[in-house]
């Protein structure tokens, strides 16, 4: 069984400053780890994902996420926050076997708020 | 250009009534799901299928059905006896290659009870 907590229902940062949304994760095998963005009254968008390739990940609009086994981490980052960025953000562990469909277990998101 | 199409965007029921609300792929992916989404609760699996005419219950699929006759297409119905219906309902698919593939989401139907 797997799943993950995210640390702070609602994180608020100032545009331009330092983004950290935190995820945890618990596994029995190793995992594979995603960050969605979803806006409001829409689905939600891929921002990146951790596959065992690279343990820093970049994905899209400057966010990046790292994943740190010994701390059962993969928080996502951005240097600079926008305006844009305002958005609820889930983290997501899936370990299912090859040959099956993945099998997400969200977390119960981050609301970023980013004022002026 | 492929993705998931989910309708009605917005959708409202009166008390009592079957509704139905659709989901369609065109990626060519095997599996299919469905989520629903309350403030504060984050995603909840309602029931999902990996092959046509198989699906499985999910965490809360008391008051719900599904059919997968269709590999691109997976029809939710929200019955009367789901007595708190009033949710924002999001549809996924991912294809068998394996956990690395993650879900592609459709924009979500949201469903009020009148």
């Known amino acids: 069984a797997q799943s993950v907590t995210q640390l702070g229902s609602h994180v608020s940062v100032s545009e331009g400053a330092l983004v950290l949304l935190r995820c945890n994760y618990s596994?029995?095998?190793?995992?594979?780890l995603f960050w969605y963005v979803q806006y409001p009254n829409q689905g939600l968008q891929l921002l990146l994902k951790y596959t065992s390739a690279a343990t820093l990940v970049k994905g899209i609009n400057g966010f990046e996420a790292e994943f740190k086994k010994s701390e059962t981490s993969f928080h996502l980052t951005k240097p600079s926050a926008h305006m844009s960025d305002a958005a609820e953000y889930f983290c997501?562990?899936?370990?299912?076997?090859?040959?099956?469909?993945?099998?997400?277990?969200f977390g119960t998101g981050t609301r970023l708020q980013v004022t002026l | 250009d492929g993705g998931i199409t989910q309708s009605p965007k917005y959708l409202f029921r009166k008390e009592g009534q079957n509704v139905t609300l659709s989901c369609e792929q065109n990626?060519?992916?095997?599996?299919m799901y469905w989520y629903r989404q309350d403030p504060g609760q984050g995603l909840r699996l309602i029931y999902y299928s990996q092959i046509v005419n198989d699906f499985q219950k999910g965490d809360i699929a008391e008051g719900y059905s599904v059919s997968r006759e269709k590999k691109e297409s997976f029809p939710l119905t929200v019955t009367s006896a789901q007595k708190n219906p009033t949710a924002f309902y999001l549809c996924?698919?991912?294809?068998?290659?394996?956990?690395?593939?993650?879900?592609?989401f459709g924009s979500g139907t949201r469903l009020t009870v009148v």
């Open positions: 996924a698919s991912s294809p068998f290659t394996g956990p690395g593939y993650g879900y592609t």
């Open positions: 990626l060519n992916h095997d599996a």
């Open positions: 997501a562990v899936s370990a299912a076997g090859a040959g099956t469909a993945s099998k997400l277990t």
């Open positions: 596994s029995s095998v190793p995992p594979y």
